[in-house]
């Protein structure tokens, strides 16, 4: 065998032997990249995504809250070191805060709820409570997901109004009536009426108002505003009205 052929066998083994080498280190390190992009997502509450490898790019998929922008998911992931490319094409933002398992079971944006707190130097008395958040209600009223009781993000901002409200009139009681249209079962209506009064509730005690200060009534279809018959008076019917009580 010629000096030239060893020469050539020797190099080909030599190559063959990084490629092997490559190959073998190339899963362990895109799964090392994909750990610590989630890590990365998940220290802004971005969790629950499938995070393809190819190399140094990245493919993103799954749904993400609908208040948070795909490219902001992308540029978190790019700070990554070793990050090259991002792709968030199949990054789908959430259109409903509707439980699927359960609707009656409300969720929320914790973090678009305002938390009250500190001291007053001029709370309200009841009567002044009553009409604030009257007001507020008739202005904007409180939509709920449909046939289900998580608020809708647009009304994030009246609520958090009635919060508070409801927290300067420390010596008040808040009761929370829920309200539905005539349409459907009536049954089934006082239990959406429940749970979306409930719903209101769990917000204003997420926002800093105490559970014992409030209390619940379902009424289902049984106080109609307006007729049924049109779907501007179902609307006015669906409803959560506040009553506001001095403790005695």
């Known amino acids: 065998m010629s ?26 390190i895109e799964a090392d990249l994909v750990q610590r992009v989630k890590q990365a997502l998940a220290s802004y509450a971005i969790t629950g995504l499938t995070i393809e ?59 678009r709820i305002v938390r009250l707190g500190g001291d007053l130097s001029n709370p309200m008395d009841a009567g002044t409570c009553q009409r604030t958040m009257a007001r507020l209600a008739a202005a904007a009223s409180v939509r709920f997901e449909a046939g289900g009781a998580s608020p809708m993000l647009e009304s994030y901002a009246v609520l958090n109004d009635l919060a508070s409200v409801a927290y300067q009139c420390p010596q008040a009681a808040i009761v929370i009536g829920g309200h539905t249209d005539a349409s459907g079962d009536r049954n089934a209506n006082l ?58």
Do not use: C, K
């Not at 490898?53 to 993103?60: C, F, I, S, V």
């Not at 505003?225 to 609307?235: D, I, S």
């Open 53 to 111: 490898a190819d190399g140094r790019e990245l493919r993103l998929s799954g749904e993400i809250s609908r208040h948070i922008d795909p490219g902001h998911v992308a540029t978190i992931a790019r700070q990554v070191w070793g990050v090259r490319s991002v792709d968030v094409d199949e990054l789908r933002q959430r259109s409903s805060m509707l439980d699927a398992d359960d609707p009656l079971s409300p969720r929320f944006d914790v973090s």
């Open 191 to 248: 239990r959406l009426s429940q749970a979306r009064a409930e719903a209101v509730e769990r917000f204003f005690y997420l926002a800093g108002i105490p559970a014992q200060r409030m209390q619940i009534i379902a009424y289902g279809d049984s106080q109609p505003v307006a007729g049924n018959t049109t779907a501007e008076g179902r609307a006015a019917n669906r409803r959560i009205t506040f009553d506001v009580r001095p403790v005695r």
């Open 3 to 28: 000096r030239s052929t060893v020469l050539l066998a020797g190099l080909a083994s030599l190559l063959l032997l990084t490629w092997i080498t490559v190959a073998v280190r190339h899963v362990p």
